[in-house]
């Protein structure tokens, strides 16, 4: 239930971009204090659901998988704080006993990783400095304090932190001017000319589509895909690129972590030999009362990812609305 972005600034800008088990719903959730309120009696809350293996886990066995996985992605709402205090809460767990994985954010563009290098060589331990030096609070994204437990936890640990998505400017281009906008060895390296199954293609316009309302015009739906896989391919790279030998974690969008397309699959494309690690925070619906059902809402059979955990959910006016409202 993620938050639908302005359909202007998507288009113009894109500020922002998200085995057979049984059926019964799972037992109570052990007690955690949360922040958001709504669905908190939702039998899923707190839960954390292990994909492959059809079963729920302790969070120790989440942890485990943190700690020995190369490449950990984190997924979230942007807007949700409990995501940002579980986050925190696992990378401090890949950051534990000394390691030193590289930390990279979605929300962080390459253009200012030379600002982020700047602010900690001058103030290493102050998040607040960082964000200042960033300019967060016009950056469009969720106000700071809800991503500071996340850096904090960072700098707690001296982790290098990494700026991992594509800039606005060439977002924006690639939706109105395609592939070209961006150079030959850089789509070559991203993967852009690769052909996409016409499956995952389709799944991606009708998925960019309901996520609109069906408000978006049919002509951007290619377009925003094509810059959707490169933010995605970029984000991998930057990965790639700065991880230690401790590995690194990736903080990010849940659409972004999802391991049949998104980060996780062009890290697989560039990389055979590495382990990736998927967890999605989600956002319980009422009228889903088990990870299966989860699953259909996304039009899925199962979970796209290594791992879920449950959470309460945000209140929200209606997106529809909001967008039906701008047009």
């Known amino acids: ?10 288009v113009l800008a894109l500020l922002v971009s998200g085995g057979c088990a049984s059926r019964q719903a799972p037992s109570p959730s ?13 039998p899923l809350v707190g839960r954390i659901w292990d994909v492959a293996g059809g079963r729920f886990v302790e969070v120790d066995t989440l942890r485990a998988a943190v700690v020995s996985t190369q490449y950990v992605l984190l997924g979230e709402r942007h807007d949700h704080p409990d995501h940002h205090r579980l986050q925190a809460e696992l990378v401090r767990a890949k950051a534990s006993e000394g390691r030193r994985p590289a930390l990279a954010f979605e929300m962080l563009d390459v253009s200012q990783q030379p600002t982020v290098d700047a ?6 331990d102050d998040a607040e400095a960082l964000a200042r030096a960033v300019d967060w609070a ?13 850096f904090t936890a960072g700098l707690e640990a001296h982790l290098p932190l990494v700026a991992a998505n594509l800039p606005r400017s060439q977002v924006r281009d690639l939706v109105m001017k395609g592939p070209e906008a961006v150079p030959a060895d850089v789509r070559s390296r991203l993967g852009l000319e690769v052909p996409v199954p016409e499956a995952e293609a389709k799944a991606v316009r009708e998925e960019l589509d309901r996520s609109h309302c069906g408000e978006l015009p049919k002509e951007m739906l290619e377009p925003m895909a094509l810059a959707q896989r490169a933010r995605d391919a970029m984000m991998a790279d930057r990965l790639l690129q700065t991880v230690t030998v401790d590995g690194a974690v990736l903080i990010t969008g849940n659409g972004h972590v999802r391991k049949d397309r998104a980060v996780p699959a062009h890290l697989a494309r560039r990389m055979k030999d590495v382990t990736v690690l998927s967890v999605a925070l989600l956002e319980v619906s009422p009228e889903a009362l088990t990870p299966q059902d989860h699953a259909a809402l996304m039009g899925a059979t199962t979970l796209p990812y290594d791992y879920v955990w449950f959470t309460p959910a945000m209140p929200e006016d209606d997106p529809c609305k909001a967008l039906r409202e701008r047009k």
Do not use: C, N
């Not at 602010?119 to 290493?124: M, N």
């Open 138 to 150: 016009k950056s469009g994204w969720p106000d700071f304090s809800l991503y500071a437990p996340v």
């Open 30 to 42: 052990p007690a955690r204090t949360w922040t958001t309120t709504l669905h908190q009696d939702h």
């Open 119 to 124: 602010a900690l060589k001058e103030k290493p």
């Open 1 to 10: 239930m993620t938050r639908i972005p302005s359909l202007l600034v998507v």
